[in-house]
Each structure stands twice: as structure tokens, then as C-alpha cells.
């Protein structure tokens, strides 16, 4: 009898957890809802699969372009707490460039990953979003002097270090090694808050940082092409504790 009375209040407590009710004065918080944008680049879908739904306190729903751009529209914005993308689409037309700013200057937070650093290529506001670009021509730095295009190399193993060890995004995570695509000759904006960044010759110096557009708060992170990041535990800390402060 003892036995069926504790497992039904083991069972009341679970359907309490699960539906958000309040438990012994206090409720617990429903879980954060996540666009993720896809699309323009390939990877391993299995092994991200797998990845993207096993993120503790995040339910993620994806879009994919061609279709994806119409969650910024204002009657779509209700459906999702933040945006992640992990896409790298090419065009972009004028009305889905103003919902994209609406939606990022009603406060709506983003997450900015890996290959969607290299998204919307000619679309210069797009670099101010992110606070940095991938270059695919050549271009002009911040102190005026011309650079090559950008370059990008894989299964680099190379050592992160935390430039910000009491920011929200890097709170608890140390010094790590990955394996990883790097980005090299790449724009950062001068005006951003550097969080991680790298001595590796082949990646830019810095490879995480925050950055602020219209009331948004934005993260931009170049680690995450396959699984050997994705499964990195330093580099999972970090873009879900970059999901949670942009909420």
C-alpha cells in the first residue's frame, strides 16, 4: 500500500512538472521556445537531430527556406521566444528584410551560428545584426585598409579561451580544445563585447561575442559545424547559456 502511495505522488509530482503547475508554492517555468532557421548549407542531419533535442530547458521548432522567413511577420512573432539561426540563404527581399529589423527592434532575442555567419551576402545590414561577416569578395576593414575574401578550413583542432569569464554566456565554462571549422579574414565589428576567442592562425582572433540591434540582444558564436563541436560539453554550455540571455 505504502508502495502504490508513493508511486502515484511520484506520478502527481511528474504531470505537475510537465504541465507547468505549482508545486508546493512554487511553479515551474515552461520550457524556452526556439525558432531554428535551416537551410543554405548542409550537415549531418542525424547526428543534429539528435543534438537539437537534447538541449535541457529548450523546445526548438525549425523552419527551412524557402519558408522559413515569414516567422519575422508580426503574427508569427507569439510562437517563439528566440531565434536561432543555422542557415546560410542567399536572398532576400525587401519586405522580409523589414520584418526581419521589426522583429529584431521589437526585442525579439537571436542567436547567430557557425555557417549563418555567412548568410545574406548582399545584404550589408545584415553585418551590423551579427556584428562581424564572412566576406565571400574582397573588402575594406574598419581602419580602411582592403583584405582578401574570407576563408574557411576544416577539422581544425584548436584551443578557445574565455575572454569574459563573468558574462552570462561563459559563466561556468573554461579554457577547451574542439575540432572544428574555422573562419579566417573575417569582418568583427569593433562595437561588440568579445566572449571567446582563439590564437589559431587559420580563425579570426575572436570566435563568440554579443552585440546589440534595435532591442535585441544577439549572440554570434563561429564554432558548431558537426558533431565533434556539437558534442563538445564547453561548446553546448555555451549556446544554450547564449539562449537563455537573449531571451
Same mark, same amino acid.
Given at each position: 500500500?505504502?508502495? @502504490?502511495?508513493?508511486?502515484?505522488?511520484? /506520478?502527481?509530482?511528474? %504531470?505537475?512538472?510537465?504541465?507547468?503547475? +505549482?508545486?508546493?508554492?512554487?511553479?515551474?517555468?515552461?520550457?524556452?521556445?526556439?525558432? /531554428?532557421?535551416?537551410?543554405?548549407?548542409?550537415?549531418?542531419?542525424?547526428?543534429?537531430?539528435?543534438?537539437?533535442?537534447? %538541449?535541457?530547458?529548450?523546445?526548438?521548432? +525549425?523552419?527551412?527556406?524557402?519558408?522559413?522567413?515569414?516567422?519575422?511577420?508580426?503574427?508569427?512573432?507569439?510562437?517563439?521566444?528566440?531565434?536561432?539561426?543555422?542557415?546560410?540563404?542567399?536572398?532576400?527581399?525587401?519586405?522580409?528584410?523589414?520584418?526581419?529589423?521589426?522583429?529584431?527592434?521589437?526585442?525579439?532575442? %537571436?542567436?547567430?551560428?557557425?555557417?549563418?555567419?555567412? $548568410?545574406?551576402?548582399?545584404?550589408?545590414?545584415?553585418?551590423?545584426?551579427?556584428?562581424?561577416?564572412?566576406?565571400?569578395?574582397?573588402?575594406?576593414?574598419?581602419?580602411?585598409?582592403?583584405?582578401?575574401?574570407?576563408?574557411?578550413?576544416?577539422?581544425?583542432?584548436?584551443?578557445?579561451?574565455?575572454?569574459?569569464?563573468?558574462?552570462? @554566456?561563459?559563466?561556468?565554462?573554461?579554457?577547451?580544445?574542439?575540432?572544428?571549422?574555422?573562419?579566417? @579574414?573575417?569582418?568583427?565589428?569593433?562595437? @561588440?563585447?568579445?566572449?571567446?576567442?582563439?590564437?589559431?592562425?587559420?580563425?579570426?582572433?575572436?570566435?563568440?561575442?554579443?552585440?546589440?540591434? $534595435?532591442?535585441?540582444?544577439?549572440?554570434?558564436?563561429?564554432?558548431?559545424?558537426?558533431?565533434?563541436?556539437?558534442?563538445?560539453?564547453?561548446?553546448?554550455?555555451? %549556446?544554450?547559456?547564449?539562449?537563455?540571455?537573449?531571451?
Amino acid at each position: 500500500m505504502k508502495s @502504490v502511495f508513493k508511486i502515484s505522488s511520484i /506520478l502527481i509530482l511528474s %504531470l505537475c512538472m510537465l504541465f507547468n503547475v +505549482e508545486v508546493f508554492g512554487q511553479k515551474t517555468p515552461p520550457p524556452l521556445r526556439v525558432i /531554428l532557421f535551416t537551410g543554405g548549407h548542409s550537415f549531418d542531419r542525424p547526428a543534429f537531430d539528435v543534438f537539437k533535442n537534447s %538541449l535541457p530547458g529548450i523546445t526548438v521548432t +525549425e523552419v527551412t527556406h524557402p519558408n522559413a522567413l515569414v516567422m519575422f511577420r508580426p503574427e508569427n512573432r507569439s510562437l517563439y521566444d528566440v531565434i536561432l539561426l543555422y542557415d546560410m540563404p542567399a536572398a532576400i527581399n525587401e519586405q522580409e528584410k523589414k520584418d526581419f529589423i521589426d522583429c529584431l527592434k521589437a526585442g525579439k532575442g %537571436l542567436v547567430v551560428w557557425h555557417h549563418a555567419f555567412g $548568410g545574406y551576402k548582399d545584404w550589408p545590414e545584415y553585418q551590423n545584426i551579427m556584428g562581424g561577416r564572412y566576406q565571400f569578395g574582397t573588402w575594406t576593414d574598419s581602419q580602411g585598409v582592403k583584405q582578401p575574401a574570407s576563408v574557411y578550413l576544416h577539422d581544425v583542432k584548436f584551443r578557445v579561451k574565455v575572454a569574459d569569464k563573468k558574462h552570462p @554566456v561563459t559563466k561556468g565554462i573554461n579554457d577547451f580544445d574542439v575540432l572544428d571549422e574555422t573562419y579566417g @579574414v573575417c569582418a568583427i565589428n569593433p562595437g @561588440v563585447h568579445v566572449l571567446l576567442t582563439t590564437d589559431e592562425k587559420t580563425s579570426v582572433p575572436s570566435v563568440a561575442w554579443t552585440n546589440r540591434y $534595435g532591442k535585441s540582444k544577439v549572440v554570434t558564436i563561429l564554432l558548431g559545424h558537426d558533431d565533434h563541436s556539437w558534442s563538445n560539453p564547453e561548446a553546448k554550455k555555451l %549556446l544554450i547559456q547564449a539562449i537563455h540571455w537573449v531571451k
